[in-house]
Nanobody, 119 residues
Framework: VQLQASGGGLVQAGGSLRLSCAAP???????????MGWYRQGPGQQRELVAT???????NYADSIQGRFTISRDNSRKTIWLQMNSLQPEDTAVYFC???????????WGQGTQVTVSS
């Protein structure tokens, strides 16, 4: 499993960014067996869950971003997105894409993408 994340950057508080994560080398029948998600790691902090989405569209969000971030998925494109609105300085972190096999629990991480929110 190879994950390609993109879309980070610098934005002012209140702004928006959209992250994407593609798995171009996975075949469709394999991709749908993975729960996809986003995690983040702020400066001096542990990596934490942001949001996950199953192939059927079941979503799970961290309380801290509920109502501001939206995770979406297109299985045919083997891609997920994280739309982040009303960004706050505390959202500053490296965001990591994750693929977790729904049966084995096998975890794969993409490269991180930096999100910086200025006040």
């Amino acid at each position: 499993v190879q994950l390609q994340a993109s879309g980070g950057g610098l934005v002012q508080a209140g702004g928006s960014l959209r992250l994407s994560c593609a798995a171009p080398r996975m075949i469709f029948s394999t991709y749908v067996n993975y729960v996809m998600g986003w995690y983040r790691q702020g400066p001096g902090q542990q990596r934490e869950l942001v949001a996950t989405i199953s192939s059927g569209g079941d979503r799970n969000y961290a309380d801290s971003i509920q109502g501001r971030f939206t995770i979406s998925r297109d299985n045919s494109r083997k891609t997920i997105w994280l739309q982040m609105n009303s960004l706050q300085p505390e959202d500053t972190a490296v965001y990591f894409c994750n693929a977790r096999h729904r049966s084995s629990g096998e975890n794969t991480w993409g490269q991180g993408t930096q999100v910086t929110v200025s006040s």
